[in-house]
């Protein structure tokens, strides 16, 4: 093996004697350059491989003479592991750059070499005194290149960050100095043996100055004003280097560093950490300068690094953990790869503004890079961040450190609001200019890319803790074979997706028991039938499949999974394949947006509830163990409760699911209402079937949420009235709807699950429908409005039978299986003796009926506009899965037992009393009795009974002329005031007005203006003159030394 | 307490007066050097010995408990050739800045900011 | 003046933060555990009676290898940065008065020599590479100011920065070849203690460094100089 003293050897000597080859010719320049940067990184790349495979760890010692008495330098793994990724940045930022290189003189190669060697002794040497000599020969490196454009903003940011590097390395000296002389040592492991802190404040201090320049090297908030700068204006190639390579070397020699610190400067460290991550992105909530975000975004991920190591420490964590590496390591990795592949993006596609993005569009390569980089950085799976963070939070948990976690998420999350209102702007700007790709810049990109993917697949197979994510790996392989085949045109991928996804299905189901069955059902069967309508789509819609398939993997995994690390994988992964589902609608952009923060918000708020039940259950994973929890029940039921209900929209977390229902394609609208929503009822199934009572203090839990069930149908409803869209009404009857599960599960007794489950089925099988039908109309229609409609009866005959199957299957009048779900609901509350909710539930009830009559008189009935005259009947595509769904509904309706009897079955084991007695095919409560057969016959035939006496009294009807107006009460063919579906409900707006104004989505956007503002305030700080950032440093300094000397 | 040590410590304080204080580039790259010169001022002062000479084992010296430590010495070389080379850095800077806007007042480049 | 008095707050707050560097710090009383060694073993493992160039050289010769390459790199970086020559003819400068001129012709060799000798007895007297090139630079300085209009060689330059920077590294893995580590100067024979030639390797590497700072030191003048 190569000694890796061998690494400056090449580079000092190449860099040596590199302008003395520049007379022989560029060409041989810069491949010795490149050879030097390849050997650099052979030779770390070996060494990793070797100590992976248990070499020993070498210990270089210099001129001949043992620590402390000269230098040394250390090669173990975690070198390894730097160095090489540090050098393997250096050849692919080096290809990068290889035009600027070309062009310039060669100093520009002889400087970067340097950087590079200099970034390498960081991260070996463990000498205190030539970690200084290598920092300056780092920075001056560094410093030299960001002015490599020569242009004022890159020359006056280098200037900046000179004046500051060099305060922090002043610093640095004192710390050191004073260290010797307490000690005696200059190697750091030696002299971290030989401290001894009872001896005086001074050795405090001198620890102190010497970590503080560590941490101003790694720029913390707020004294870091010079190093933004130098991420906007100094060239992307060079500022990907010192993004992530630079701060990698930093953050080593951090945690070299952290052997001498006490438990006060740890926690300053932890403390200084965190702060950093959470200012750093509010800040960037504000800036819409696409390399300065990334700045931001940069220095926050360092201090999220940074701080998590430090509470590892202070959890009494080895640095040498295994947990610590998967965590700092993946956190570290997942930085390192997204950012510097986003500089390099932002260097290829040359816009300064953050909305201006849309152009890699012209590049699925590109975009799809992009898109990876910013999932990883938003902590999404299958990527590396993900694991290291869900790994932090446990850990954290573990020990009890909530505050701590409180501030990561928080953090987190609103780094993934920016981050998705990027990507949003890239995937949904039009019109964009398309950009240049040129080969040297792109293959760097898309090699990082591989190797997140790749590094991501490997975290989730260490992380396991004895529960393996094995179970997802070939759905999401084929997920990933998607990805390829994606050049395909859409009837093949189609169909290919009905196929394996039925074999899928085929395979999964008979694994499933219990109330698992019956998701499985609306979760994988429904999903093969929705599938079905993609059949209208040409061309090869891009990124839909692969995408589609990644949200049923999601939900399968619920079903499937047993503890929460699988849950939560899969619930993120659900979530990430709906929200490219959701954006993929015209307007969707804003929309799908607040869908993924308030999933993540959700999500986040779920993880911390997973913590805390790992904190309290003696560091388990399973599921099950929610049965069982000792403490602090009821922190958990409402942290859980919390996120899953933003999955569900119940009111006051609705806000996202109008637009994102209403505004989505065709066939993903009746995917996300009648399948995806049921995932958020899922998890609240799996909560409130192992912890069946519940209470904070007075309150019970299940009864507020009775209440919030029984609102959200109220107001659900009201609202959905007064929507002119036909497919935001029927969103927003969505949110009743799913009032109606939440209700009927907050009831905690087996007539309320009974009826939330079958409600659920129901909901599925009538909005589905619905969607389709709707969907089909606006397809061939051409607008959402429905006074734009109207008449459409003789044109789409199909369409408007299963729209009336539809609404009757909602408003829950007989004969159709709604009315099971109605008149179970009110037996439930009877039992229950929830009066007042009750009440509220059956107003909300009675408001169903005026909008499901709107919609089926607005669009079917009444005057045909003169443009729909031609209209024509849906597609057979959207028409096929209609009639499943009709026929499906019938026999639910007809015979309701086939399903009540088998969940009643299950529900006993949760509930054993209360539930239905059956007798043939009637179900008996203690109020009352009903056979679903019979009330299809007797309505069925009452029916026919007025139908026929109509027909009979009627015999002189005639038909008119539409123009007739004697006949028809409106004035055809004018503006939508003319339509008397338009603003139908106007009087009860009048009535009702207070209900309906938009409180809530108010409360959210005050919310997000005075976050918006905050960080707008605070980001005034850094004034752009040096001088001030000079004074911050020594600002920070002094305060921070205050604090952590008192605290 | 060593006089020189206090002496390194004013120096420090005085070159970052310097280095907030000033608006002309130069005068701040000045208050660096000051600063940086208190450093080495610092450096030196751990490692005198009082009543000893420098560690050069010629004749004059006979043994080792006549000498200071050697060591600072060794490190405040290394640390005076590395502030040269920082200082040199800046003063290209200044040249550079002073090229593009013929200005050295630090008020003149905030381009960048939030 | 409210910022002047943030200042002057901040300031007085470090000043009192470092006051413990002030009050508890005495200075050694005797030598440390690693300069002990140094000094009582030095002198015969080496073979330098300069126990600082010992150190800076052998013991800590890699601070000293990236010492030299922070200027290197410094050079570059300048060199890098000023790569705009100026245009301007330089004529409208005055000439040296013939005071300076004279004096110039007279000291320059002298200069150079004693650069030459300082660096070549740095393990012997205090001095070294560094001093000796920044003497000679010193020279060339003197020159550049008697003449304004002179012309550095500065192919010559490059030719001795980056081949007494290369040697320097082969010395060093001679070091790790022959002896027992990179930069150790025991590949040599360490001569009769005390003499110019003792020492091993030190007075070649201190030659060396000696060579490339002078190089590199005219080369940084020579770059600001011309970008005026």
Not at chain 1, 877 to 901: D, E, H, K, N, T
């Amino acid at each position: 093996m190569v000694n890796p003293i061998y690494i400056f050897i090449i580079a000092l000597g190449v860099g040596f004697l590199l302008s003395l080859f520049e007379k022989a010719g560029k060409i041989l320049t810069m491949t010795v350059f490149y050879s030097a940067l390849a050997i650099m990184t052979f030779i770390s790349g070996q060494w990793l491989i070797a100590l992976i495979r248990g070499t020993e760890i070498m210990t270089l010692t210099t001129a001949g003479f043992p620590p402390p008495f000269s230098i040394n330098l250390r090669m173990g793994l975690e070198e390894a592991f730097f160095t090489f990724f540090i050098n393997s940045l250096g050849i692919l930022a080096g290809i990068f750059l290889a035009p600027k290189f070309r062009s310039e003189k060669v100093y520009g190669m002889v400087l970067y070499l340097m950087m590079f060697m200099g970034m390498n002794g960081l991260v070996m040497t463990r000498d205190m005194f030539n970690l200084f000599v290598f920092m300056e020969i780092t920075s001056v490196a560094t410093v030299s290149l960001i002015a490599i454009d020569r242009n004022l903003k890159s020359v006056s940011a280098g200037f900046k960050y000179v004046i500051a590097s060099g305060l922090a390395s002043t610093f640095f000296l004192l710390g050191t100095i004073f260290l010797y002389r307490f000690t005696g040592l200059l190697n750091i492991e030696m002299m971290a043996e030989a401290l001894n802190y009872a001896s005086g404040q001074a050795v405090f201090l001198s620890v102190f100055i010497l970590l503080i320049s560590i941490i101003i090297e790694l720029k913390p908030f707020p004294a870091n004003g010079w190093a933004l700068d130098v991420y906007e204006a100094a060239d992307c190639g060079v500022v990907s280097v010192i993004a992530a390579g630079v701060s990698a070397a930093m953050l080593y020699v951090f945690i070299k560093i952290s052997a001498l610190l006490n438990q006060n400067l740890m926690i300053t460290a932890a403390g200084i950490g965190t702060v950093t991550f959470l200012f750093s992105n509010l800040l960037a909530l504000k800036q819409d300068n696409a390399r300065r975000l990334l700045g931001y975004s940069s220095i926050g991920q360092i201090g999220l690094i940074y701080s998590a190591f430090s509470f590892f420490r202070l959890a009494g964590f080895t640095p040498g953990d295994q947990t610590v590496l998967l965590v700092v390591g993946g956190l570290f990795v997942n930085h390192f790869f997204a950012k510097a592949g986003l500089f390099w993006l932002a260097g290829i596609v040359k816009k300064d503004k953050s909305d201006e993005w849309a152009g890699l569009r012209s590049s699925p390569l590109l975009l799809f890079a992009f898109a990876v980089f910013i999932l990883a950085l938003a902590g999404l799976p299958p990527f590396p961040g993900f694991f290291a963070k869900w790994q932090l939070v446990m850990v954290l948990s573990a020990k009890g450190m909530f505050p701590a976690i409180g501030f990561i998420l928080l953090g987190s999350f609103l780094e993934a609001i920016y981050l998705f209102r990027w990507l949003g702007k890239v995937l949904k700007t039009d019109p964009f200019e398309p950009i240049k790709i040129k080969p040297w810049e792109a293959f760097p990109v898309a090699v990082y890319l591989l190797a997140i993917i790749l590094t991501g697949g490997f975290l989730s197979g260490i992380i396991n803790q004895g529960s393996s994510l094995s179970v997802l790996y070939l759905p999401v392989l084929f997920v990933i074979v998607l990805f390829m085949l994606d050049f395909l045109p859409v009837l093949v991928k189609n169909s290919l997706v009905i196929v394996v996804f039925s074999y899928y299905t085929f395979r999964i189901m008979p694994q499933l028991s219990g109330y698992r069955i019956m998701f499985g059902i609306i979760f994988l069967l429904g999903g093969i039938l929705l599938f079905i309508p993609g059949y209208i789509k040409k061309g090869r819609r891009l990124g839909f499949y692969p995408l589609a398939v990644m949200m049923y993997v999601g939900l399968a995994g619920l079903l499937l999974s047993e503890n929460t690390l699988q849950f939560f994988t899969s619930w993120e992964l659900m979530t990430l394949g709906s929200y490219f589902l959701i954006i993929r609608g015209k307007k969707s952009e804003p929309h799908a947006l607040s869908y993924m923060l308030f999933s993540m918000g959700g999500a986040f708020v779920m993880l911390l509830g997973f913590g805390v039940l790992y904190h309290v259950n003696g560091h388990l994973l399973e599921l099950a163990t929610l049965a069982r929890i000792p403490d602090m029940t009821g922190i958990i039921y409402s942290l859980l409760t919390l996120g899953f209900l933003t999955k569900m929209a119940s009111i006051g977390l609705h806000i996202w699911l109008p637009g994102a229902h209403g505004e989505a394609e065709t066939d993903v609208s009746p995917m996300v209402s009648a399948i995806l929503l049921k995932a958020g009822m899922f998890g609240m199934v799996v909560l409130m079937s192992a912890i069946p009572a519940v209470k904070i203090g007075f309150i019970d839990i299940p009864y507020v949420l009775g209440w919030l069930g029984a609102i959200t149908i109220f107001l659900g409803n009201l609202l959905a009235i007064y929507q002119e869209d036909a497919k935001r009404l029927l969103a927003y009857s969505s949110v009743g709807n799913l009032g109606y599960v939440l209700f009927g599960l907050a009831l905690m007794s087996h007539l309320g699950w009974l009826t939330s489950i079958t409600y659920a089925l129901n909901h599925f099988l009538f909005k589905a429908m619905l969607f389709l039908a709707i969907g089909g109309v606006v397809y061939r229609v051409g607008t959402k409005n429905m006074y734009e409609m109207g008449g459409l009866i003789k044109n789409m005959p199909i369409s408007f039978i299963s729209v009336l199957i539809g609404i009757i299957a909602l408003s829950g009048v007989p004969p159709l299986s709604g009315f099971a779900g109605k008149w179970l609901t009110y037996n439930a509350i009877l039992q229950k003796g929830w009066y007042l909710q009750g009440a509220v539930v059956i107003i909300g009830g009675l408001i169903a009926f005026l909008y499901c009559f709107r919609l089926i008189y607005a669009v079917f009935l009444g005057q045909i506009k003169d443009r729909n005259r031609q209209v024509k009947e849906a597609p057979l595509a959207l028409l096929i899965p209609q009639v499943i769904l009709m026929i499906a509904i019938m026999v639910f309706s007809v015979l309701p037992g086939a399903v009540l009897r088998p969940v009643g079955k299950f529900l006993e084991n949760i509930f054993p009393a209360g539930g239905l007695n059956w007798q043939a095919g009637t179900a008996f409560t203690e109020y009352g009795y009903w056979n679903g057969y019979w009330i299809m016959m007797v309505t069925g035939g009452m029916f026919m009974m007025v139908l026929i006496w109509l027909l009979f009294i009627d015999r002189k009807a005639q038909k008119v002329k539409q123009f007739n107006i004697v006949y028809a009460a409106e004035r055809p063919f004018r503006p939508e005031t003319t339509h008397v579906g338009y603003n139908f409900f106007a009087h009860y707006r009048k009535a009702l007005g207070s209900l309906s104004r938009p409180y809530v989505t108010k409360f959210w956007d005050t919310l997000t203006d005075i976050t918006h503002s905050s960080a707008d305030f605070i980001r005034k700080l850094y004034n752009g003159n040096g001088q001030t950032y000079i004074f911050h440093i020594l600002l920070f300094v002094v305060v921070v030394y205050f604090i952590s000397f008192g605290g | 307490m060593l006089i020189i040590t206090v002496l390194g410590i004013i120096l420090v304080v005085l070159g970052l007066w310097g280095m907030l204080t000033q608006k002309n580039i130069i005068k701040i790259i000045i208050g660096f050097s000051i600063m940086d010169t208190g450093t080495h001022l610092l450096i030196v002062s751990i490692g005198y010995i009082k009543d000893r000479t420098a560690p050069i084992m010629d004749k004059a010296v006979g043994n080792a408990s006549q000498v200071i430590d050697p060591v600072p010495s060794a490190l405040v070389l290394t640390a005076i050739v590395i502030g040269l080379a920082v200082t040199a850095l800046m003063l290209t800077y200044a040249i550079k800045l002073f090229e593009i806007r013929k200005s050295l007042d630090i008020n003149d480049f905030k381009e960048l900011k939030w | 003046m409210v910022k002047q008095l943030f200042i002057i707050i901040t300031l007085v707050f470090l000043v009192i933060m470092l006051l413990p560097l002030m009050t508890e710090v005495k200075p050694f009383e005797d030598l440390s555990l690693v300069s002990q060694k140094y000094v009582n073993a030095g002198p015969d493992e080496l073979g330098s009676q300069n126990l600082v160039t010992a150190v800076v050289v052998t013991y800590r010769g890699l601070d000293t290898l990236g010492e030299v390459a922070v200027l290197f790199i410094a050079t570059a970086g300048i060199g890098f940065f000023l790569r705009k020559k100026a245009v301007e003819e330089k004529d409208m400068k005055s000439k040296a008065s013939v005071l300076v001129r004279t004096g110039t012709a007279l000291l320059l060799p002298l200069i150079l020599l004693l650069g030459v000798y300082i660096f070549l007895h740095g393990h012997l007297t205090p001095g070294g590479g560094f001093q000796g090139g920044v003497v000679i630079a010193s020279g060339i300085l003197l020159l550049m100011l008697a003449q304004s209009d002179i012309k550095i060689n500065i192919s010559l330059l490059y030719w001795i920065e980056s081949l007494s920077g290369a040697f320097y590294v082969i010395i060093g893995i001679l070091g790790l070849a022959l002896a027992g580590g990179f930069l150790d100067n025991r590949f040599l024979p360490l001569g009769d203690f005390g003499r110019l030639f003792s020492a091993g390797a030190i007075p070649i590497i201190y030659s060396l460094i000696g060579l490339k700072v002078g190089a590199e030191l005219v080369g940084i003048l020579n770059n600001m100089q011309r970008s005026q």
